[in-house]
């Protein structure tokens, strides 16, 4: 029995079973086999033998031309089945060798576990910083996640709790992620990278890197955001100042945390692209086999990659158990007016696109302008049209403009006369 037809085997085993047959052409012709009944009992002996599984094996005659032709059912196995020590699976009609992180993830996910049960070798208690964890608690019992009683547990049985430690006392992996003092010291790729770019992928501009926990990293990043890399325009009701992102805030995070929570942290880190006219966030953290990028937009189960992350998230009061974080992007750009964001499976993980509407980029920028003419008033009251002018960049006639408007909204005074009268803005 030839190499081949045992690889195959073993794919069909480690991938959903299939059927082989020997003795048809690939156009579905039956050719035979030489010596049926020898295969008949080679194909078991040698399926136990090199692969350890048992197979179905029927022999089946043509009634065109009397030809003997034999069938092999595989099921599929609950373990890794390998040939000669090489994993082999299915990728549609193509088998593929495993090798590398593909293969340790296999491996991980055949065992029932994800890649953050796994114990993080060499780590210990002293790893863990103990004021993140209190923050979580505090989060926590602030959603009514958590017991009361969890806020004067020492910090081992909080962990322990939190199913973060293994039978044996060793800290996982999830652990060190959500609540490492160092968490690059034992998982390199624990970062988040985000890039200003220009007009092309080679023009960046500015970049900043995130490390540390995955706990706080949500929030640092929507920090940076908020502080170097988005506008927010600003509008005013009366004398209240509002000021909003450039992109549904709500939807931004939502995007951020999953990308954090379903990462595969065997693979690079995340990655979030800043344009002038849209936003570009990649995660290595692939769908499950049976989902679609169609079905993530619609009501669906919710299967986290990371299964303990995903849970102190939930305790956290963070995100939902329901499979609901992209129905909520979706619904935040749709209440702000954006196009649909572009959700895709690219360079193997997930990828998902923001786009500015061309209405909010001129929103954007008739309140930068308005805002450049206030921050110049509140430096110097006594400005002239000149200075302004001078101040913000814009034209004589924009200066007007701006005025004019922010006068009517009730932002803008003008006490004296033009010559000798200065600026007074509404409530200072």
Known sequence: MPDKYLKNVCAFANTKGGKLFIGISDNGKVI????????MDDIPNKAINYLGI????????????????????????SVPISYRGVYFVKSGS????????????????????TFDELPADGADINSIDESVVKKFLRKALNANRIAPEAEIDNIHLVLSNLNLVTEDGKIKNAAVLLFGKDPRRFLVST??????????????????????NIFEMPDKVMEILRAKYLVSPIRYEGLQRIEELEYPEESLREAILNAVVHKDYTGAHIQLSVYDDKLILWNEGRLPAEMTIEMLKEKHPSKPHNKNIADIFFKAGYIEAWGRGIAKILLG?????????????????????FFKSKEKSKEKSKE??????LEAIR???????????????????????????????????????RKSGYWKLTGN
Do not use: W
């Open 54 to 77: 048992i197979v179905g094996v029927i022999l089946h005659q043509s009634e065109e031309s009397g030809l003997d032709y034999v069938e092999i059912v595989v099921s599929q196995s």
């Open 191 to 212: 970062y988040f990278a985000i890039g200003r770019f220009g007009n092309s992928d080679d023009d960046l501009k500015y970049q900043d890197i995130i490390e540390g």
């Open 379 to 417: 430096t110097n009251p006594n400005i002239t049209t000149v200075g302004l002018i001078e101040a913000t960049g814009l034209t004589a006639s924009g200066v007007e403009k701006n005025i004019r408007i922010l006068k009517q909204q009730g932002v803008l005074q003008r006490i004296g006369s």
């Open 333 to 353: 750009c749709q209440k702000a007016k954006l196009p649909e964001p572009i959700i895709e499976e690219s360079f193997g993980g997930l990828q998902i696109t």
């Open 32 to 39: 035979g086999v030489k010596d049926s009944k020898k295969l």
């Open 368 to 373: 930068k302008s308005k805002e450049k003419i």
């Open 94 to 113: 193509t088998k593929q060798e495993l090798k590398g992180v593909a293969l340790q993830q296999f491996i991980i996910k055949k065992m029932g576990k």
